[in-house]
């Protein structure tokens, strides 16, 4: 422990008081190596006395003779023993001694400036102090978590407050212009390219996905700022606009894709960048260099049978050596070589083995673990319960004619156990998973491009034991003559041997592909990553990082801009890697625009979202309000739980800093916040009645306990489960690229002897499954440096004992959880929680391990 305040003798035999503190932080390091040769630079800057400086800021004394309403600064203090600290040679802290004056003028310090005369930047963790005069009873904490770049690079010193959380309206006197100055730097101005230095954040339109330049194939259109094409804002960038389009923001060069403006403290820290880096580049750059194309179609594009897909995991896929595959990694940087080249005699392409086939190769295609899929896999959000038959459908039918179900009670009578339909709908036994609605408007053009694919309805019947069973498929096509003739529509019905069951297997493959094109684009992409960007930007605009809001919020927004930004960039870019290997190939984008019409913040809550999909009726009996229609849904269940546990943590935290409604209307702050969100953030929803006003504690709570389950729990179940279920693709096959083979096609006569060949030959290639399996990989990964819901960086993230509590309280409840999802697994009575392919559901597991874990809730939306 720090000795604090120490008196020292000087020359006239006065007692001089010095209060020592400590810094924490990580020198500026490349990968997982030391940037040696900023080191020494810093080092030869030390030796001339360009150094690192702090002043303390009293909290309860004006400067009495300068700016009279700000807090007095106390003298400058160097950090001690730079040249001689020694910094181990992998990514880690340092530690730093300060000594400051002590000044009564000082009185309480609540914040710090801190002035880097280095060339290089650091990260900044914290700075401690102990024994202050008035304070003895606790050391001060400043928890900064941020980069300080050279003092050059910044128009005035950087602040950083001490750990207590303030309303606005609480903040001591001498901080306000500070807390407010402080807010001003981080909004900028709204002109100009940022710097990888600069700390603005602000909104655009997502215009940066196409590419005009390069040719009108690679225009997309400005998402975002129009009713025909809504959707939510990202970081602002600033880049000029292309030379085709002024509307149109020009890209940066593929290679310089980690270069892309996000602000510099919601960058990727050192191990995650790593680990982006290593297991990204390894999966993905091979794969997005046009000679690997070549490459592939030399050695054949199509998987002859299931024993040959299974090579990729199995045996891995072998490249040739030579001049080709050296021509590969021309522009990856050598220290990643190690990491991308094959080793000895291990395939390049060699994946990990999902956990889908883990114990049976074939289980996957048998009809139980394809409707348990539905709700205990990868995409659980979308099934509903039938509460109308035949199903109707919400599209406009002067612009797209009759798009009801052709589903008829002859197709499926004989699989709902003698009930009647009456009977059925009313005992909540008939489910849909319908990806017909979202589809169909965006179908034409789809199929005008090299995939063939149908809009999908797919009836279940919930039977006595809890499981489902499939009724139907129905699959539609636009009708040749024009939308408004409304859609052409086959159905078919479960079937096993033969033709017949050859066919019923196309016919679920094609829901397998409506619904990754669904679970990519919707609930992954738009439903979490897109959605919480905006809120990302306006709590670093609006809230203080003194706000007990910013507090509550800030862990689940760590490296979402991040992450986002490189997505813009890499992924879902016009030509990108989603546009590759998702069917909605050059509309992805677009598409999701077009779900996104229909978005509402208060649906995103669990609860919402089960009663406004008929998965659960209201009930006030219930711990959660809600009693869930479909007992074994197991996605619900756990969710359900982990939900309650955000939303009590939310409410117990909110409760300590506002009293009452009146407080959160009287909150400066958090008023411009929410204003922001609404108008800006999501400014195409600003008018949308549903809106939270912001004027009660209930809005309070609902809000941010909704923002917390998208950002963390809603992500993990969404994004985590990719490997384990879509990392063998024909499980979820990602493309089609021929319809239905029609009787007397050569394809049709071909499923009476080698069925398994038109089924590979329908659904994606090697070139896109290698490419889809490498993403998927990469996206269902935890970090080595992974932060889990209920889990802090630091435990003095805050210095209200109250708030620290409750926050304890909320990790036990969440260790409950895990323990009561272990246990259920294992109770053989739930049939939908582990099923034929012994996959046990464990995607909602608070915690995890690093690596493919298929589990683990991470607090953000972080890859």
Same mark, same amino acid.
């Given at each position: ?251 940066? $060069? @593929? &290679?310089?894709? #980690?270069?892309?403006? *996000? %602000? ?6 050192? !191990?995650?960048?790593? /680990? ?46 030579? $001049? @080709? &595959?050296?021509? #590969?990694?021309?522009? *990856? %940087? ?6 991308? !080249?094959?080793?000895? /005699? ?48 919400? &599209? ?468």
């Amino acid at each position: 422990m720090l000795k604090g305040i120490v008196d020292t003798l000087t020359g006239g035999n006065e007692v001089e008081k010095k209060i020592k503190g400590r810094v924490v932080l990580m020198n500026k390091n490349v990968l997982d190596f030391n940037d040696l040769g900023a080191s020494l630079l810093d080092d030869l800057h030390e030796l001339v006395g360009q150094t690192v400086t702090l002043h303390l800021i009293s909290s309860d004394h004006f400067d009495s003779t300068g700016n009279k309403l700000k807090g007095k600064v106390g003298k400058a203090a160097e950090l001690e023993r730079w040249i001689t600290t020694t910094t181990s040679l992998k990514p880690g802290d340092s530690a730093y001694e300060v000594t400051f004056d002590w000044e009564e003028e000082i009185g309480i310090p609540g914040a710090f400036l801190i002035k880097n005369s280095h060339p290089t930047e650091f990260f900044l963790k914290t700075l401690t102090l102990e024994g202050v005069p008035g304070h003895e009873h606790a050391p001060i904490h400043f928890v900064c978590n941020s980069w300080v770049y050279p003092s050059v690079k910044y128009k005035s010193d950087r602040i950083f407050f001490a750990n207590q959380a303030y309303l606005p309206s609480q903040t001591p006197p001498p901080l306000v212009p500070y807390r407010e100055e402080e807010l001003l730097i981080l909004r900028g101005d709204g002109t100009g390219e940022l710097q990888e230095w600069d700390r603005v954040y602000d909104y655009a339109y997502y215009n940066d996905l196409g590419n005009p330049d390069s040719g009108m194939d690679s225009a997309r259109p400005v998402l975002g700022g129009s009713s025909q094409y809504p959707y939510p804002r990202r970081g602002r960038t600033g880049r000029p606009p292309t030379r085709i389009d002024p509307n149109t923001e020009s890209r940066i $060069p @593929l &290679l310089m894709s #980690l270069n892309i403006y *996000v %602000p510099r403290d919601e960058r990727f820290g050192h !191990l995650k960048l790593s /680990d982006f880096l290593g297991y990204g580049l390894k999966s993905i750059t091979q794969f997005l260099l046009p000679e690997l194309t070549d490459l592939i179609a030399s050695l054949g594009n199509e998987f002859e049978s299931f024993e040959d897909v299974l090579q990729i995991y199995e045996g891995g896929f072998k490249l040739p050596q030579g $001049p @080709l &595959l050296e021509n #590969l990694f021309n522009n *990856v %940087p050598s220290e990643l070589l190690e990491e991308i !080249l094959p080793r000895d /005699d291990e395939g390049l392409f060699k994946y990990p083995m999902p956990d889908i086939i883990k114990e049976s190769k074939t289980a996957w295609r048998t009809d139980e673990e394809f409707v348990r899929e539905m709700v205990a896999g990868m995409n659980p959000v979308i099934i509903s319960r039938l509460q109308e038959f035949p199903p109707k459908s919400n &599209l406009d039918t002067q612009l797209y004619g009759n798009q009801s179900s052709k589903i008829t009670w002859d197709h499926i009578k004989n699989g709902v156990d003698e009930l009647t339909i009456e009977e059925a709908l009313e005992t909540n036994r008939l489910f849909i998973l319908n990806h017909h609605d979202s589809l169909m408007p965006y179908l034409r053009r789809i199929n005008s491009t090299t995939t063939k694919m149908y809009a999908t309805r797919t009836l279940l019947f919930l039977q006595k034991d809890g499981s489902l069973r499939p009724l139907a498929i129905e699959l539609s096509l636009p009708h040749p003559d024009g939308d408004e003739h409304g859609a052409v529509s086959q159905v078919y019905t479960p079937a096993e041997d033969g033709v017949e069951g050859s066919i019923w297997q196309l016919a679920k493959a094609y829901v397998g592909v409506s619904d990754s094109g669904v679970h990519q684009l919707i609930s992954h992409w738009l439903n979490t990553h897109a959605t919480i960007e905006p809120v990302v930007i306006a709590t670093n605009r609006q809230l203080s990082v003194m706000h007990p809001i910013h507090k509550l919020l800030y862990p689940h927004f760590r490296d979402t801009m991040n992450i986002n930004a490189f997505a813009r960039q890499t992924l879902v870019n016009a030509g990108g890697i989603i546009e590759e290997i998702i069917f909605p190939g050059r509309y992805a984008m677009e598409l999701s625009s077009f779900i996104y019409k229909d978005w509402n913040f208060l649906d995103q809550a669990l609860p919402a979202d089960l009663l406004k999909r008929g998965m659960a009726v209201e009930d006030p009996n219930s711990p959660h309000g809600i009693r869930l229609v479909m007992e074994d849904y197991p996605y619900a269940v756990d969710g359900l739980q982990i939900w309650s546990a955000i939303n009590t943590w939310v409410d117990d935290y909110c409760t300590l800093y506002y009293p009452s409604d009146e407080a959160v209307k009287d909150d400066t702050e958090l008023q411009l916040w929410w204003k922001e969100i609404r108008e800006k953030g999501h400014g195409d929803k600003k008018d949308a009645p549903w809106w939270p006003k912001m004027h009660t504690r209930k809005d309070l709570i609902d809000s941010c306990a909704i923002t917390i389950w998208i950002a963390s729990a809603l992500h993990a179940a969404i994004n985590f489960g990719q490997y384990p279920y879509g990392g063998y693709m024909p499980n979820h096959p990602t493309v089609s690229r021929q319809l239905m083979p029609e009787p007397g096609s050569k394809d049709y006569e071909l499923l009476k002897t080698n069925p398994d060949k038109v089924f590979l030959k329908t659904i994606i290639p090697r070139l896109q499954m290698l490419l889809g399996v490498a993403v998927i990989e990469i996206l269902s990964r935890h970090a080595s440096d992974e932060i889990y819901l209920g889990q802090r960086d630091t435990p003095v993230w805050t210095k209200d004992e109250e708030a620290l509590a409750a926050f304890e309280k909320f990790g036990k409840e969440l260790g409950g959880v895990e323990r009561k999802i272990i246990e259920m697994n294992g109770d053989e009575k739930w049939k939908n929680r582990v099923g034929p392919a012994k996959l046990p559901y464990t995607l909602l597991y608070p915690t995890s391990e690093e690596g493919l874990t298929g589990r683990g809730i991470p607090n953000s939306t972080s890859i």
